[in-house]
């Protein structure tokens, strides 16, 4: 049915220990495979598998992909119309559903619940499970009556899956849905093909769109910003500059977010603009780059961001632009965020570990493998890697600022962010330093050694080490309890040099969408998988759905490399299943046997 003759990873070990009716908590990198996980076993028991997902938007794209394969799906939501809700119960109750799709607000309605004891259930899958822990990174209220399933259908078997979690959000996902007696299989974290990189921030509009032009030309992308206006701003700016991008958000109307991510599904190299509101479930394979504009809140929602490229295995890029402007801005919203101690104390610890893999000198991947607690050597794959980063000894540049921070904070109701400490330093007598005569400190000019750039990045990296603190609205630097073994033990402090700008870049580069698919095939098949990707387009278009629906680049490259001439012959591919062969193996072999092959 899938079209594939093997197993990856611990695929087929999960597979095994659901059809046999164990429980399973499942960690696996996006692009690993998770959803043959239970669609197999729901496929092998008897019953229909109840698939728990909060992604409504995109049930009608999961749905369509699974019925091009032959299996017999449907989902229930709030967007449909009440008649083809009915049909789709109509077709459950009559046994005639392989997989039933379900928003996990409908299972806390009776309504649904008495439905589901009406039917034969061969299984529910709680996909993004990750929603369901209080402390992860897009936690969602509605998952937490998912605990209650054991109790009503204690002979069903659950499994829970997710991308991203730590060992202690693992404990937390098996507690709160009842799956502490679960076997967990846990994949390992790493996607060698995406090279990620850290730059510092300078015109981060124009740092991103070198990037797209230099490296990324005629490729899918997602660029992630912190605030709804960031996003509108960002994806005006790149039209501007002859970009396809389109914005998403939450304060966007729900006709133009659908239309905007349909658009993003189906067409080939547009750009998403978005806040973290997108992207959880996007099965887009050849998304080849993921850029931050701001600093994430967490590595769980990092690592679960840049999962979202290069689905395909194909080299792709995370890249994020990093400046003091994000460290201060996260303090102050944890410094303002609802909730008790507790909550700002795990709020903090996140963005410290964002932080470290920000300012690291070492192999980010190895950095952000070993936060997963999966231990690994230099990855050779990234920023640091491929441009190693110096460290320098920076106690007396802190010491500097730290004690213009303190003779600043003197000053009674007057508030200074970094830019009048920078300032004053480098013996810059503005009309700010002049009206308070700071040009009159002792530090006033002690500091011109180090350029304007560099100060701000002193700034930035005391902040991540807790040597330097805000506080206010206004960004107010002030010192910590910390500073002080700066200023009188003798602590040392050691820095980052960041690396020039064009050093930063990587050498390897990488090359747009098409060229990297096509990479290595000789040049006739190289033209045969443009004629396939043209056929698979137009196929596509005609049935309104994503061009993935109908074959992944992947298994395109196989027809090409190995040009089968029948269908028993087309059948050997990975990807292609009974019913994709007897749905397209004819216009394919036609395409193979000449360019003039028909249309679909």
């Known amino acids: 049915m899938f079209g594939y003759d093997s197993f990856r990873g611990q695929q087929q070990e999960i597979v095994e220990h659901v059809t046999a009716g164990g429980d399973a908590l499942v960690l696996m990198p996006t692009g690993g495979g998770k959803s043959l996980c239970y669609q197999i076993p729901a496929l092998r028991r008897a019953g229909t598998g109840v698939v728990v997902s909060p992604l409504i938007a995109l049930m009608q794209d999961q749905v369509d992909a699974l019925r091009a394969l032959g299996v017999r799906a449907g989902f229930v939501n709030s967007a449909q119309q009440p008649g083809e809700r009915r049909a789709v119960e109509a077709a459950f109750l009559a046994g005639e559903l392989d997989l039933l799709y379900l928003a996990p607000e409908r299972l806390s309605t009776e309504s649904t619940l008495r439905l589901l004891e009406r039917g034969v259930i061969s299984l529910f899958a709680i996909d993004e499970a990750h929603c369901v822990a209080q402390w992860g990174h897009d936690f969602r209220p509605d998952y937490l009556a998912l605990s209650a399933l054991h109790q009503r259908w204690p002979a069903v078997p659950r499994i829970a899956l997710t991308a991203t979690a730590t060992k202690a959000t693992r404990a937390e996902i098996a507690e709160r849905l009842n799956l502490t007696g679960a076997r967990h299989f846990v994949s390992s974290f790493d996607r060698p093909n995406i090279q990620y990189r850290i730059v510092p921030k300078n015109e981060p509009r124009r740092q991103l769109l070198d990037l797209i032009r230099t490296e990324h030309p005629g490729d899918a992308g997602i660029v992630y910003c912190l605030s709804r206006a960031s996003v509108e701003a960002t994806a005006e700016f790149l039209v501007r500059n002859g970009i396809g991008a389109l914005p998403y958000h939450a304060g966007l109307d729900p006709g133009t977010r659908s239309a905007n ?340």
Request: net charge positive; proline share 5%; aromatic share 6%.
């Open 261 to 600: 991510q349909a658009r993003f599904l189906r067409e080939d190299g547009l750009l998403m603009v978005a806040t973290i509101a997108f992207g959880m479930g996007i099965d887009k394979p050849d998304v080849r780059f993921i850029a931050h504009l701001d600093l994430p809140r967490s590595v769980e929602g990092y690592y679960q961001e840049t999962g979202r490229a290069g689905r395909d295995g194909l080299p792709s890029t995370a890249w994020m632009a990093y400046g003091l402007a994000d460290v201060v801005l996260q303090r102050k919203l944890i410094d303002g965020s609802e909730g008790d101690g507790a909550h700002r104390r795990r709020l903090a610890a996140h963005l410290d570990a964002m932080l470290a893999l920000c300012e690291t000198v070492e192999c980010r991947r190895s950095q952000l493998l070993g936060y997963f607690g999966e231990p690994a050597g230099t990855c050779g794959n990234c920023d640091t890697c491929l441009t190693p980063p110096k460290a320098w000894d920076g106690t007396v540049a802190a010491q500097k600022l730290l004690s213009t921070v303190w003779r600043l904070g003197h000053e009674r109701h007057q508030k200074f962010g970094a830019g009048q400490a920078i300032d004053i330093l480098l013996g810059r007598r503005t009309p700010k330093v002049i009206q308070h005569a700071h040009d009159a400190l002792t530090v006033f000019g002690k500091g011109t050694e180090l350029p304007d750039t560099q100060w701000r990045g002193v700034v930035r990296q005391l902040l991540a080490q807790g040597l330097l603190a805000v506080e206010g609205d206004y960004g107010t630097l002030v010192l910590t309890d910390a500073s002080n073994e700066v200023l009188y033990r003798g602590r040392q402090v050691l820095l980052r040099h960041d690396p020039p700008r064009a050093a930063a870049r990587t050498a390897k580069g990488t090359r747009p969408a098409a060229a990297a698919a096509a990479a290595g095939l000789p040049g006739e098949a190289a033209a045969v998988f443009e004629r396939l990707r043209a056929w698979r387009a137009a196929a596509a278009k005609d049935q309104g759905v994503p061009a993935y629906v109908i074959f992944h680049d992947a298994t395109l490259r196989q027809i090409a490399a190995r040009s089968p001439a029948t269908l028993a012959e087309l059948a050997m591919v990975n990807g292609v299943g009974e019913s994709k062969l007897a749905r397209y193996g004819g216009p394919i072999l036609d395409i193979l046997r000449g360019p003039g092959g028909p249309a679909p």
